[in-house]
């Protein structure tokens, strides 16, 4: 049985869809079931893991736990120590390459919580993998409602430079570490990206490739693009750490490409292009 936190989220939906083609058992977490929409062979669990008191029955008889942040991260040590508690052998870690494994991480808001969360881990004594992820291409799923409505972006950063990574192959490396019984990946981490270095404006250029209506990136502030992404569950100083970190990847990426998604899966990484394929729907409609 393999645990999935954030089972409805971009990584979660594919991961257990993944796990069940290979005939295992998955309990999928989610606050609401009726919502869901898993594979009927998933076992869909309510959890809020902020709000749920004992989160130990989530984890009987699991081997394995996927542990991603953003379902409840402030409950992670909890989870952590039920799992614990619950004998499970192995966590993989959904975690950042903003990590630098140095103390700048715990002054950095976008690497402090995956920095802790790995702590904890290290410090369960259980098998670990850490699934340090790089510039996801679902952030473009923020541009969505502009290109859908006008076609035009507003963006601080057009020519920001990242390899966004298909949250299809996270939920590939993902399976691979959650399901490995020979200990290739206990303790290991995994440094995940994408396989080429787009600007933004290169990765708006794929998404009008695939809708078949022009798109651009028309430029704002630093601080009008931070207003535009903070929200009730995004602090407007995270929002300003984030933009700037953008207008730092103009001259260079900040996360190098690497090979670690088909050294881990077996499969070459899913490109950009691929990526708006797949979510072609997410960008067509209005106009
Ligand atoms: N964006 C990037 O470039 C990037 C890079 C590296 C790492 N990361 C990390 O990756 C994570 C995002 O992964 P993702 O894209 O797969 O996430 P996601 O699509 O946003 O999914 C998160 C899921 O968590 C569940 N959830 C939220 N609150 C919950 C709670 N209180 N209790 C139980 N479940 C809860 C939600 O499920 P229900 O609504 O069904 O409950 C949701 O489907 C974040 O931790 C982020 O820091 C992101």
Redesign the pocket.
């Known amino acids: 049985m393999i645990v999935v936190?954030?089972a409805?989220?971009?990584?979660?939906r594919s991961l257990v869809g993944r796990l069940l083609e290979q005939g295992v058992p998955v309990r999928a977490?989610?606050?609401?079931p009726a919502r869901?929409e898993l594979p009927a062979r998933t076992e869909v669990v309510r959890?809020?893991?902020?709000e749920d008191p004992d989160l130990a029955p989530l984890l009987a008889d699991a081997e394995a736990l996927f542990l991603?942040?953003?379902?409840?991260?402030a409950s992670a040590q909890r989870l952590i120590d039920a799992a614990q508690r619950a004998g499970v052998r192995r966590i993989v870690l959904?975690s950042?390459?903003s990590i630098t494994d140095s103390p700048v991480d715990d002054t950095n808001f976008i690497s402090r919580s995956?920095a802790e969360a790995e702590r904890a881990v290290r410090a369960s004594g259980l098998e670990w993998t850490f699934l340090r992820?790089?510039?996801?291409a679902?952030?473009a799923l923020r541009w969505a409602p502009a290109i859908r409505a006008t076609g035009v972006v507003r963006d601080a950063h057009p020519g920001a430079q990242s390899a966004p990574v298909h949250?299809a192959d996270l939920a590939d490396a993902a399976a691979v570490a959650l399901l490995d019984r020979s200990g290739a990946h206990a303790h290991q981490i995994h440094r995940l990206t994408g396989p080429e270095v787009l600007t933004n404006t290169q990765q708006v250029a794929a998404i009008a490739e695939v809708t078949g209506r022009p798109a651009r990136i028309e430029q704002i502030s630093e601080d009008e693009a931070a207003e535009a992404m903070a929200g009730p569950h995004f602090p407007i100083e995270a929002a300003r750490q984030l933009v700037h970190l953008f207008g730092q990847s103009i001259d260079a990426p900040a996360f190098p490409v690497t090979d670690d998604v088909a050294r881990v899966t077996g499969h070459p990484a899913r490109t950009f292009a691929q990526w708006a394929g797949d979510h072609a729907g997410d960008f067509a409609g209005h106009r």
């Not at 992820?133 to 996801?136: A, D, E, K, M, P």
């Open positions: 936190t954030g409805t989220g971009n990584i979660g977490l989610t606050r609401d869901a959890a809020d893991l902020v991603n942040l953003a379902a409840g991260g959904n950042s390459l995956h992820g790089g510039n996801y679902t952030n949250e």
